[in-house]
Nanobody, 117 residues
Framework: QVQLVESGGGLVQPGGSLRLSCAAS????????MGWYREAPGKQRELVAS???????NYADSVKGRFTISRDNANNTVYLQMNSLKPEDTAVYYC???????????WGQGTQVTVSS
């Protein structure tokens, strides 16, 4: 079993920044992909950014150049630095971990990010 604990959401003005963190515990294994998805009201959950344990990163087009994903493999923690935030970034952000040896996805509880003046 894998547990994901997120932190760092909140309210920020347009143009501001936030940093999300997600710490994984349990059998996450050596080979995995950790990342962030978001779900806005009335919209489907979408991938924001992900990074493999080998540090290969993937971003949604809408956040390229503004968001940066990073990870600390020693502590099984993934971060999402969000800069130049826009109102359309408002959503619940979910941490996700895909554990290769188990072929399973795990989800965090979600953290609210609200971009508003």
């Amino acid at each position: 079993q894998v547990q994901l604990v997120e932190s760092g959401g909140g309210l920020v003005q347009p143009g501001g920044s936030l940093r999300l963190s997600c710490a994984a515990s349990g059998r996450i294994g050596i080979s995995n992909v950790m990342g962030w998805y978001r779900e806005a009201p009335g919209k489907q959950r979408e991938l924001v950014a992900s990074m493999s344990s080998s540090r290969s990163a993937n971003y949604a087009d809408s956040v390229k150049g503004r968001f940066t994903i990073s990870r600390d493999n020693a502590n099984n923690t993934v971060y999402l630095q969000m800069n130049s935030l826009k109102p359309e970034d408002t959503a619940v952000y979910y941490c996700n971990a895909y554990v290769v040896m188990l072929a399973r996805h795990y989800w965090g509880q979600g953290t609210q990010v609200t971009v508003s003046s």
